[in-house]
């Protein structure tokens, strides 16, 4: 019955859908603020009846109703039930209905919110984000419905889960993400409508700026998450492989930043108009590029939904004609969207507009390297990969680019500042920074490289800390500081964290893959590796060969218990590594194979502010978001004040 009702709402909001993308329109054709009015309700409606069909498909997994095709191929009677739940976006088919439902949420939460946002133009942007509504239910029903019977032949026992996704990481990871993926098309919506409305204002992007810096915190935390993911459960330490789906999420991130950077640009000072257009679409283009990669069936990956490649070529004709379609009206709409004033080299608009160059130059980047193997395949020029060497070699320096100019822009006036002012601003942290640099770096016995990733990453958290300091007023003191400036001020400051954590772990990492007995010591630097036991161990779902290990370092002594599991239904082997996190360090053991007489080949690393990575992540999410509402508390400061 579960799976009728789904299928029922779902067909529902799929109508409804066509509602909120029609109403609304014909509101603001007519100019009938009641019709305008309706794409409100329309969004709360498709809310209400997706969330039922999400609520169903949950039901079924946990009834174990295993004549439902998706529950019989993603779940089983020894699955916890926390991830049958999660099982729901553990597919192609549930993974897509549960994006289509973020979706709803972000329309609730526009038709809800938004109140300084003019009747038509929001009538506008809800009938856009209908047609993307629409053409993701429709691509579900039509395609990849969840909800499919197999009666009259249903298994009494379901297969699993895929246990990769049987983590608490891949509990919180992909809803975040999806979350950040789909805001994409909130910010195209918002673009989209100013260009069909011919706006020579910017009051679209003072409307647009929060919904697109939301979006970019959830896309952040999702890669952050997925990251130390990857890193926890895929069992050889790394943190980030430029696997192509990777990419496809970190493409349209890219985007998302250089977007927000643009929109503050086009509010305070009328100008990146087109420019900021065509970001709005670009990141939206790249998000639904992201899903052809992951669910067409191209590309090869730990992160990728092995599908029928025809369910790809209904996302590929989405992709062309929001692409095809939103350049088209770029093309006759753009001219009356752009703006001309002046401004010098040393000024605010310049850096950010090299920030924004910076930004889409390493998006290109990531974007040819993870195509060319498609294209080269397509055009019959022989199978090609393209690895992390490329990106590393191309990207990086760019990027190292970006992290340097990104803490300057603070400290310069819009038009033009003054280069006395700019030196004298930035010379204390910069000395700060090079003075911490060389004593963290004599403590730690750096080479010069050492030095120069924590002079870089000192040099732009300090600068970034300094920007409240002459920011504030002589009479309020921090107080006087707006919300949007501690916000950016933890953002750069997050990225300079994210500089250490990744430059010391790929500089002063340690590894060996050992052969190792129970009671014989193994040393990594001065870190003592023994395992006290190898033992059997029975999971709720799956059986285990264990080590348990005890690490000893200086005084401190650690017990760690890594595992290799092979679970029960599948019959796959999944590696559990076993990590002691720390401030400045990770210990990090995964075994191997067994060999003989009883020993394991065991993954024995100690990485050095490997946290750093999460932490800047974390760090620049927060920022973003106190950016995002900083207007709303000024606004709340203002009317108090007045009171």
């Known amino acids: 019955m579960a799976a009728e009702i789904g299928l029922l709402t779902l067909w529902l909001a799929f109508g409804a859908s066509i509602s909120l993308a029609i109403f609304p329109a014909v509101g603001v054709k007519l100019q009938h603020g009641g019709l305008m009015l309706l794409g409100n309700w329309f969004a709360a409606l498709v809310f209400a009846l997706l969330t039922l069909s999400v609520a169903a498909l949950g039901a079924a997994f946990l009834a174990d109703d295993f004549s439902v095709a998706y ?8 699955l916890p039930w926390y991830y049958k739940l999660t099982a729901v976006w553990g597919s192609h088919e549930g993974s897509i209905l549960f994006q289509v439902w973020i979706l709803s949420c972000w329309l609730l939460a526009l038709s809800l919110g938004g109140k300084s946002i003019e009747l038509a133009f929001k009538a506008k942007v809800l009938s856009i984000l209908g047609l993307v509504t629409l053409a993701l239910i ?36 992909p809803p975040l993400l999806y979350v950040g993926y789909v805001g994409t098309a909130v910010a195209f919506a918002f673009a989209m409508a ?9 009051k679209w992007a003072q409307w647009a700026q929060p919904w697109a810096l939301v979006g970019m915190v959830f896309l952040t935390v999702g890669i952050t998450i997925g990251s130390w993911w990857a890193y926890a459960e895929l069992g050889w330490g790394g943190w980030w492989f430029w696997d192509p789906v990777e990419n496809a999420s970190l493409m349209p991130w890219l985007v998302s930043v250089a977007l927000v950077h643009s929109l503050s640009v086009n509010v305070q000072r009328g100008i990146f108009r087109s420019w900021t257009v065509l970001l709005a679409i670009s990141a939206f283009s790249l998000s639904l590029l992201g899903t052809f990669l992951v669910r067409s069936g191209v590309i090869t990956s730990v992160h990728a939904f092995a599908t029928d490649p025809e369910r790809g070529m209904f996302i590929l004709w989405i992709l062309l004609l929001v ?17 001309q004033r002046k401004y010098g080299l040393l000024s605010r608009e310049f850096f950010l507009l090299l920030n924004n160059l910076f930004l889409v130059v390493i998006t290109f980047t990531v974007l040819i390297g993870t195509l060319w193997p498609l294209i080269a395949d397509a055009l019959n020029w022989g199978k090609i990969s393209v690895g992390a060497q490329y990106f590393n070699w191309v990207a990086l320096p760019i990027f190292a680019l970006t992290v340097l100019t990104a803490p300057l822009a603070p400290f310069l006036n819009w038009k033009a500042t003054p280069s006395s002012r700019v030196n004298r601003r930035i010379f204390v942290p910069l000395c700060a920074a090079l003075v911490l640099a060389l004593v963290v770096g004599f403590v730690g016995g750096y080479d010069w490289k050492g030095y120069l990733v924590w002079f870089l990453g000192l040099a732009i958290i300090l600068a970034s800390a300094s920007v409240p300091w002459y920011g504030r007023s002589k009479l309020r003191g921090f107080r006087s500081v707006k919300a949007t400036v501690w916000g950016m001020t933890l953002a750069h400051a997050g990225l300079g964290v994210c500089v250490v954590g990744v430059g010391m772990t790929s500089l002063e990492s340690l590894e060996r893959d050992v052969r190792m007995a129970a009671g014989e010591p193994v040393y990594i630097g001065d870190v003592s590796f023994n395992v006290d036991r190898f033992y059997r161990l029975d999971g709720p779902n799956y059986v285990a060969e264990a080590a348990d290990v005890t690490v000893i370092e200086g005084s401190s002594v650690t017990r760690l218990t890594a595992e290799k599991r092979r679970y029960l239904a599948s019959g796959q082997i999944m590696t559990e590594a076993a990590v002691d996190a720390g401030f400045s360090r990770d210990i990090y053991v995964a075994m191997g194979e067994m060999l003989d007489n009883g020993d394991w080949a065991m993954r024995l690393q100690v990485k050095p502010f490997m946290r750093w990575v999460w932490y800047g992540g974390g760090l620049i999410a927060l920022g973003a978001l106190l950016a995002a509402f900083g207007r709303r508390l000024r606004k709340r400061e203002t009317l108090e004040g007045t009171n």
């Open 71 to 78: 529950v019989a191929n993603h779940s089983n009677t020894l």
């Open 138 to 173: 429709a691509f579900i029903v039509f395609t990849s419905s969840p909800f499919d019977r197999l009666l009259p032949f249903a298994p009494n026992e379901g297969s699993d889960l895929n246990p990769l996704l049987q983590d608490f990481g891949m509990i919180i990871h």
């Open 194 to 202: 100013s260009l069909i409305e011919c706006r020579n204002d910017d």
């Open 323 to 339: 692409v095809g379609g939103s350049l088209l009206t770029f093309a006759f709409r753009a001219p009356s969207n752009s703006a």
